[in-house]
């Protein structure tokens, strides 16, 4: 089954363990981004994994190529072109000090992606998946025009599309997200967001919610989304459900709105001790592609996609590298961390 992924891979640069930003002359340089670590996933759940994006045609993009193939990731249609790669730096928090990124991706090479670089139909054929998140038109109005042309050829090519909201305020303004995705949504078949994201991006405001201290309210959940299925069409909305008690320890779980039945399935819920939690959204996305594109029931493909991001919490890196068998063992209540031997 072919699923295929578009947006911005990243150098990231990161300073040993739980040390500040430059707190010793060292950085660990890996490689990470939202749709890129959708692509990491699903290859290691064992699906055909095509991502297309934009390199730069020199070592670090050549480092990049390297990364993706070395995780499964098909890299037929990377166009290259550019002066260089986005990069981000993060400091992982701990406790009550806050884990945080700071970026240096301006004038990278998929923001300035020409409008002939990708050949989407030919990218699409045969293409069970299309996902994309919205950091990718937020990165300037030839990314924005990419997108568009992408999710039209999924749709002609009768693929399904998710689309992740992904606010970042750094990059655009809330109205400026609205009238790029509001248009985008009447072709998605899968919503992906939190309850910032809904707000900040389609302007549904989740009511009864105060993550700071981990107040959620379910009923309202439930009412967000069925205003994203009324208002913009999507039948299928999920909503991460993040209790940040502190930087160390957050609450995790998930709920689904199903339009067309009218159901609202809600996830298990985990505890879980941070090790890193970048890429969490990522790998619930791409669980709940998985879950969805190989024919699970609506609530066990959001169990699956609840698991695999609990696990991906605990692994450092943007990828999560974890296989099926883990994350079926941890849904079906393997909770126990014990050493499997």
């Known amino acids: 089954m072919k699923v295929v992924t578009f947006g911005e891979l990243m150098l990231r640069l990161s300073p040993p363990g739980f040390e500040r930003l430059l707190q010793s002359p060292a950085l660990v340089a890996t490689f990470g981004g939202g749709e890129a670590n959708v ?29 993706l193939r070395a995780e499964g990731v098909r890299t037929d249609f990377i166009a290259r ?12 928090g701990a406790s009550q000090r806050a884990s945080t990124v700071l970026y240096d991706r301006a004038h990278s090479a998929i923001s300035e992606i020409p409008a002939d670089a990708i050949d989407w139909d030919r990218v699409m054929n045969a293409a069970a998946w299309f996902h994309v998140t919205g950091i990718t038109p937020a990165l300037g109005d030839k990314a924005a025009a990419a997108t568009r042309a992408a999710i039209a050829a999924a749709k002609r090519a009768g693929a399904r599309i998710s689309v992740d909201l992904n606010y970042r305020r750094k990059l655009w303004t809330e109205a400026q997200a609205l009238a790029t995705m509001g248009p985008l949504m009447r072709d998605v078949d899968v919503v992906i967001a939190n309850e910032e994201d809904l707000q900040s991006v389609l302007g549904v405001e989740v009511e009864g919610v105060d993550v700071t201290s981990g107040t959620l309210d379910v009923g309202g959940y439930r009412r967000a989304a069925e205003r994203v299925t009324r208002e913009f069409g999507p039948a299928l909305v999920a909503i991460t459900l993040r209790e940040s008690l502190s930087a160390s320890d957050n609450g ?45 029931a609506h609530d066990a493909a959001l169990r699956f996609a609840v698991a695999a991001s609990a696990l991906k919490q605990t692994i450092p890196g943007d990828f999560n590298r974890v296989s099926v068998a883990e994350v079926d063992a941890l849904a079906k209540g393997d909770a126990s961390g014990r050493v499997q031997r």
């Open 81 to 92: 072109g550019g002066s260089r790669l986005g990069i981000y730096f993060t400091e992982t």
């Open 39 to 67: 692509a990491v996933s699903l290859a290691q759940f064992g699906l055909e994994s095509q991502y297309v994006t934009r390199f730069p045609s020199n070592a670090i993009g050549e480092a990049a190529v390297r990364a």
């Open 252 to 296: 995790w779980s998930a709920v689904l709105w199903d339009g067309g039945s009218g159901t609202l399935h809600r996830s298990q819920h985990y505890a879980v001790r941070l090790v890193d939690r970048i890429g969490g959204g990522d790998s619930f996305a791409a669980g709940l592609i998985y879950g969805l594109a190989t024919g699970r």
